[in-house]
Structure formats: C-alpha cells, structure tokens
C-alpha cells in the first residue's frame, strides 16, 4: 500500500488529454473504494475508530457488504488504489496489480479458514460468489 502510495508521487504522468477524465473517474473509484471499506467495517460490528471490535465466537458476518461479497475490506482498498493510479499516474497500476494478486491470495488462505471454523461457510461461499466488490468481482 505505501509503495502505491509513493510511486503516485513519481513520473511518468497520464497524457494531458486524459488528465481531466482519469481524475474524475480516480476520485469517483477512490470514494467508493474508501465507502465501501467503511461499510465493511461497520458490518463486522465497529467503526474504523474501533475496528476490529471482538465478535462472538461462532458468529459469521453475512450483513452489509458481505451480503454480496465475501472480502469487501479488499475490494475496497482495490478501489480505492486504483482511483489513486487513474489520479496519479501509470507507474501505480503495477503496484496496484501486485496488491490486488497480493489480497486474493490471502483472501484463498483466509477462505481455508473460515471454512474450517464456520461451518456453514462454504452455503454462504456458493451463495456470495463475488470475492471483493460487490456486483463486479
């Protein structure tokens, strides 16, 4: 995250033809990346002030986003990354791409163990068969 972070701040920058319509489109994926990992959190029971709060043991969250995707905190941060990149500039995109591979395989271990500890995981896998973002991926 610090490196996509960082490289926005180094050349090359987007054409200037698309300067103006890459920051629209960055501030428009950027707040909905950052809405959507504020909703994530709530859902798991706190506020980012509070996140994590402790969840009862056995409790699978099934509310707010993670009705339609299993890692909407990831999804979100992807957003939100790839709203800096269009803002930014190319460079990002790579470490945007790295994260991205970075969180679904992180997303497949966690997976691993979630159906290990809740049993009913894998009906609300095969029920919310998107990974990050709700309605897309």
Same mark, same amino acid.
């Given at each position: 995250?610090?490196?996509?972070?960082?490289?926005?701040?180094?050349?090359?920058?987007?054409?200037?033809?698309?300067?103006?319509?890459?920051?629209?489109?960055?501030?428009?994926? !950027?707040?909905?990346?950052?809405? #959507? /990992?504020? @909703? &994530?959190?709530? +859902? %798991?029971?706190?506020?980012?002030?509070?996140?994590? =709060?402790?969840?009862?043991?056995?409790?699978?969250?099934?509310?707010?986003?993670?009705?339609?995707?299993?890692?909407?905190?990831?999804?979100?941060?992807?957003?939100?990354?790839?709203?800096? !990149?269009?803002?930014?500039?190319? #460079? /990002?995109? @790579? &470490?945007?791409? +790295? %994260?991205?591979?970075?969180?679904?395989?992180?997303? =497949?271990?966690?997976?691993?163990?979630?159906?290990?500890?809740?049993?009913?995981?894998?009906?609300?896998?095969?029920?919310?068969?998107?990974?990050?973002?709700?309605?897309?991926?």
């Amino acid at each position: 995250m610090a490196a996509a972070i960082g490289l926005g701040f180094l050349p090359p920058e987007w054409p200037d033809s698309l300067d103006r319509p890459l920051d629209w489109a960055g501030a428009a994926c !950027a707040i909905l990346g950052a809405n #959507l /990992v504020y @909703l &994530a959190a709530r +859902a %798991l029971g706190g506020s980012l002030s509070t996140f994590p =709060r402790p969840r009862q043991q056995g409790e699978l969250v099934v509310r707010g986003p993670y009705r339609w995707a299993r890692h909407p905190i990831y999804g979100g941060g992807i957003l939100f990354f790839l709203g800096w !990149a269009l803002y930014s500039g190319p #460079l /990002v995109l @790579l &470490a945007v791409a +790295a %994260l991205a591979v970075l969180w679904l395989g992180k997303s =497949r271990l966690e997976e691993r163990l979630l159906a290990e500890r809740y049993p009913d995981y894998e009906a609300y896998r095969r029920e919310t068969p998107r990974r990050f973002v709700p309605f897309i991926a």
